[in-house]
């Protein structure tokens, strides 16, 4: 079935490293995606990755997938309070014309 | 480039009304798809759209519609609302080449009283 599963909080001092974990069902996606949500907003595309690779680093973010397991993290080294903000995980599907949503990880960043 | 367009950014409708909301994509992108984000769903799949046709449709009833125009600006459409329907739909624009990373508007905020 479809199911993309992400932990609902998580809280972090300011400066501290970040990971968010998510876990999929669909062997088959082609592109798994982090998106942020700051309140009152739309998303927002942090990264993605494709299905064939293990590692994406974006300046502060770092992406690791491990197909075997169906699982994906986000790293965000040097935590600021303006990272505060909802991060959802997102696979799409083969043929691409579908993204399946996790429910979003709350992060909370401590001044 | 702008962005993607969303309107309008909030409405109120009584149950039993339709609502009609409006997405202008990204110039030269050719898909469209519609999310419905609850508190208590998440981020749910509406449709997705690419060049005037459906490609793929939701879990949702047949009251959610859509369409898409040849200019790729997408409508969508509920009918006979209901208090559930209240939630923030994202539009949510990409090239359409499949998987290519997609782009999301600020969202209509729908209230149903």
């Known amino acids: 079935g479809e199911d993309v599963e992400q932990s609902l909080f998580l809280s972090v001092r300011e400066g501290d490293s970040s990971v968010i974990n998510c876990t999929y069902t669909?062997?088959?996606?082609?592109?798994l995606y982090w998106y942020k949500q700051e309140p009152g907003a739309g998303l927002q595309l942090l990264t993605y990755i494709f299905s064939n690779m293990d590692m994406k680093q974006d300046q502060r973010l770092t992406v690791l997938l491990n197909k075997k397991d169906k699982h994906l993290s986000l790293r965000i080294a040097d935590t600021q309070t303006g990272d505060s903000a909802i991060y959802f995980c997102?696979?799409?599907?083969?043929?691409?014309?579908?993204?399946?949503f996790g429910a979003g990880t709350r992060l909370f960043v401590k001044a | 480039k702008a962005g993607v367009t969303q309107t309008p950014r909030y409405l109120i409708k009584t149950r039993g009304q339709q609502v009609t909301l409006s997405c202008s994509p990204i110039?030269?992108?050719?898909?469209v798809s519609w999310y419905q984000q609850t508190p208590g769903q998440g981020l749910q799949f509406l449709f997705e759209y690419f060049s005037e046709t459906q490609r793929n449709k939701g879990n949702f009833p047949g009251r959610f519609s859509g369409r898409q125009f040849s200019n790729s600006r997408s409508e969508m459409n509920v009918s006979t609302l209901e208090l559930g329907d209240s939630a923030l739909y994202l539009c949510a624009s990409s090239p359409g080449r499949g998987g290519a990373e997609a782009f999301f508007g600020q969202g209509t905020r729908l209230t149903v009283v």
């Open positions: 669909d062997s088959s996606s082609t592109y």
């Open positions: 997102a696979e799409t599907y083969t043929g691409g014309f579908k993204t399946i």
């Open positions: 110039s030269g992108h050719r898909s």
